[in-house]
């Protein structure tokens, strides 16, 4: 639901990656329909879904995917500038401060911590300001604090932007920070989980 904070759980390859692949309009259903803000992806285009994941759903991955050559700002000023938006400075300048990395701009991703890396993901998902994150696995390769960090990160941004996020963990720990749990077993939904506070 719009402004819910969702976590899908369950063990390693039970198949909460690729649901959120659909979700994402990274891959494509081969039954049934995703739904996203109303509307069916499965019949887009892949220039449709490219539009829908620049403006309305933004995806951070266990790995950070940064670019090695360009600053941090530049990482995150790249999909901006590829999508045409204007003023992508000013942007990805507030997208690193709401990530608290607002003076590690000029900095490349290899002087950073795997923690701060996976903040500058994060900016650079957030820089479009969509309505919903995904969130695969973000806190796996990180250390207990860095993860507690990233997941004080994503609970922010819920309840500030009421972003809607749907976050795939393994992590028992991530997954009671949602709203509400969905368990996922051998590629099924087995149990929606109580809401919690």
């Not at 951070?60 to 590829?82: G, H, I, M």
């Not at 994060?122 to 993860?147: C, K, M, Q, S, Y």
Request: hydrophobic fraction near 45%.
């Amino acid at each position: 639901a719009p402004g819910e904070y969702l976590a899908l759980w369950g063990p390693s390859g039970c198949g909460k990656s690729t649901l959120l692949n659909l979700v994402a309009g990274l891959a494509l259903p081969t039954a049934g329909q995703v739904l996203v803000e109303g509307g069916e992806i499965g019949g887009q285009t892949e220039a449709e879904r490219a539009l829908m994941r620049q403006h309305v759903v933004a995806v951070v991955f266990q790995s950070d995917n940064l670019l090695p050559r360009l600053t941090v700002r530049e990482n995150v000023e790249l999909p901006l500038r590829l999508t045409g938006a204007p003023a992508a400075s000013m942007s990805a300048r507030e997208a690193l401060a709401a990530v608290g990395l607002g003076d590690l701009g000029g900095r490349y991703p290899g002087q950073l911590s795997g923690g701060e890396r996976q903040r500058v993901a994060f900016a650079t998902a957030i820089a479009t300001h969509p309505r919903v994150l995904l969130a695969d696995e973000v806190t796996g390769e990180l250390d207990r604090r860095n993860g507690e960090i990233v997941l004080d990160l994503m609970d922010q941004l819920n309840r500030e932007r009421s972003m809607t996020i749907l976050a795939v963990t393994h992590s028992p720990v991530a997954a009671a920070r949602a709203h509400r749990r969905v368990v996922m077993l051998d590629g099924r939904i087995v149990d929606g989980g109580p809401e919690h506070d």
